[in-house]
């Protein structure tokens, strides 16, 4: 019953996270042009009312991490939102361990240049107290915690770890063979 709770958390994570990449992050790295202004508009507010001026004018290696999800992350999204809908599909283990790796890497270094970094007032006014800071590390912080959970599970849930003394000496009696 835990696992299926997980299971669909994961899929409305990886479903989620689709529109999420195409209108919201890839404007930081697409052309202007390729968004409607309500889309553009969109962002704007977002900066402005959570003070993230990351999504407005974005540091190198801000893009580095949003140009790692456009190829590495988005073509992964769909195939994982069916895997964990669909339940107990042991094949995606192993991309997803890669995917929660990766991405609970980068927030790392995002989390911290949001609580430590002196964010100029302008172009883009950036969080400037504690509470600020906080605020904009509680919308960041989900997408730490979901892929730690992810790659937890996938590590202990019997369901995807398919490691037991049985299959070990399966694995040894085929090599005898």
Known sequence: MAIRVLEILFFFYFASHIPITLFIDL???????????PLKDLMKWYASEFKDPMVLDPPQWFKSFIFCEALFQTPFFPVAAYAFLKGGCKWIRTPAILYAT??????????????????PMTPHPGPQTMQERWLLVSIYFPYLLVPVLLLLTMLLSSTYNSTS?????SAKSKKKN
Request: positive net charge; glycine residues 6%.
């Open 27 to 37: 404007q930081a790295l697409l052309p202007g042009h390729v968004y409607p202004q």
């Open 165 to 169: 003394k049985s299959g070990h000496k």
């Open 102 to 119: 990766h991405v609970a890497t980068t927030l790392v270094p995002i989390l911290a240049h949001i609580l430590f970094y002196q964010f």
